[in-house]
């Protein structure tokens, strides 16, 4: 089962359970004043305004009950994934490196943008090939992403193509990992390309690759004897 977050604002978490039950996965949604997560395999923070945006994105959501779980079940190893506000969310609670600004157009942006797969050995890209080109849809208005300057070049998974970056993010980057390669985060919206009637399905790549990384640990669970 994959668990995905609901904050005050949120307007993509029933969008990403729709998209995780088409690709065939058990999804639930979890409320952001809970304490504690159900048995997960998997955590989606979704995109939207969590909190209204107040203060800056993701600001006030980091300090939600629920982050508490999640922050100890990626200090587990826990496979967490955040689209958009969720790639800010994870910023701000220090579970990703960088931070999210304003766009440098400091407009919203709403559009197909195309990537480039820089890594596929990781849970959330193992679809894919590399540099393998993506189209998936961006909508933001603080999606420019600008690293620390010790950022590792292999926690960079996805690149906006040569000129396509929608929001000025440094070096094009439109998605990292942890250095332990369990959280990840990215501005473009997988949950929004899973079906071909919207343009693309290249989003079912990413989301894929996490739910077979979650249905090959419950496998090893089972093999090991402590799942039953």
């Known amino acids: 089962m994959i668990a995905v977050v609901t904050f005050p604002g949120s307007n993509d978490d029933r969008d990403a359970v729709a998209a995780l039950e088409l690709l065939g996965a058990e999804a639930r949604r979890v409320w952001h004043g809970d304490e504690e997560l159900p048995a997960a395999g998997a955590v989606v923070l979704p995109g939207g305004f969590s909190y209204g945006d107040y203060l800056r994105c993701g600001a006030i959501a980091r300090f939600a009950p629920v982050m508490r779980a999640i922050k100890a079940f990626a200090e587990r190893g826990g496979l967490v994934l955040g689209i958009c506000n969720g790639f800010q969310i994870l910023c701000e609670a220090g579970l990703l490196p960088g931070v999210l600004r304003p766009n440098a157009s400091l407009s919203f942006v709403c559009r197909d943008v195309e990537l480039?797969?820089?890594?596929?050995?990781?849970?959330?890209?193992?679809?894919c090939a590399p540099d393998q080109r993506l189209v998936i849809p961006v909508k933001h208005g603080e999606g420019c992403y600008i690293p620390p300057p010790d950022l590792h070049p292999e926690q960079v998974v996805l690149r906006y193509a040569t000129g396509a970056n929608p929001n000025g993010s440094v070096d094009g980057i439109a998605g990292v990992v942890s250095e332990a390669g369990n959280v990840m985060g990215l501005m473009p919206h997988p949950e929004h390309a899973v079906d071909a009637l919207v343009g693309s399905t290249d989003g079912a790549l990413v989301?894929?690759?996490l739910i077979d990384a979650v249905r090959s640990h419950t496998e090893d669970l089972r093999q090991l004897g402590t799942l039953a």
């Open 207 to 209: 989301l894929g690759s």
């Open 116 to 127: 480039v797969v820089e890594r596929a050995d990781t849970p959330f890209t193992s679809r």
